[in-house]
């Protein structure tokens, strides 16, 4: 079993839906959880990341953590097919790149 | 655009041939990290320099290494390549001295094909 599961998709909505991204974990130690957007033949850009549980909000983006359930969230409001990317979790112990675990990720189309 | 440069952007070469692969990080970047982007494995951590000196190492294989020169250029050296070498390489640069990677950037990555 991996450290960290991330659905690979395709997720394709329409625009203007709200969309779910998740992704589950087994080491409770986590504490540090990001996530990031690739474009297709560009590299990861950090969207948000987040201190141990709660949510964060950054205009249309939030993102959110249940140490309790190892379960985190991105959810996009108003998607619009600029958001189209694959969309990766990513979480460690410390923010320490050489600790980060990375979900494979997570397809997603925005239909116009 | 990150500001951190890769060159090439694609390479096709053969197995058991040697390639080098090279980053150029953002202007004022100390810290240099690359990444290795398989389909079956997703992103992983191959080796962080900082102002030269290596710092931080993850599963690189002993058939890479890494170096980072005086201008804080790097280059990524692949030898003895494998068809499983086969992989988007990323390079990534931020300024501090920690490896946080929440301060870095990464650049547009190097397609490897090994054939």
């Known amino acids: 079993q991996k450290e960290v599961e991330q659905d690979p998709g395709p997720l394709s909505v329409p625009e203007g839906a709200i969309v779910s991204l998740n992704c589950t974990y087994s080491?409770?130690?986590?504490?540090?959880f990001m996530w990031y957007r690739q474009y297709s033949r560009k590299g990861p850009e950090l969207l948000m990341y987040?201190?141990?549980?709660g949510n964060k909000e950054d205009g249309r983006f939030t993102a959110q953590v249940d140490k309790s359930s190892k379960y985190i969230s991105l959810f996009i409001r108003d998607s619009q097919p600029s958001d189209s990317a694959t969309y990766l979790c990513a979480m460690s112990e410390n923010s320490s790149a050489s600790k980060i675990i990375f979900g494979s990720g997570t397809r997603l189309s925005i239909r116009p | 655009d990150s500001g951190v440069t890769q060159t090439p952007k694609h390479l096709i070469t053969a197995t058991g041939q040697r390639v080098t692969l090279r980053c150029s990080p953002r202007?004022?970047?100390?810290?240099v990290y690359w990444y290795q982007q398989s389909l079956d494995q997703g992103l992983q951590f191959l080796i962080q320099y900082y102002n030269g000196e290596e710092r931080a190492k993850g599963n690189i294989l002993e058939r890479f290494s890494a170096q980072q020169f005086p201008d804080l250029h790097s280059e990524l050296n692949l030898s003895s390549l494998e068809l499983g070498d086969s992989a988007l390489y990323f390079c990534?640069?931020?300024?501090?001295?920690?490896?946080?990677?929440?301060?870095?950037?990464f650049g547009q990555g190097t397609r490897l094909t090994v054939v």
């Open positions: 080491n409770s130690a986590f504490q540090y």
């Open positions: 990534a640069s931020s300024v501090g001295t920690a490896d946080d990677l929440t301060e870095a950037f």
């Open positions: 987040t201190y141990s549980s």
């Open positions: 202007s004022g970047d100390l810290s």
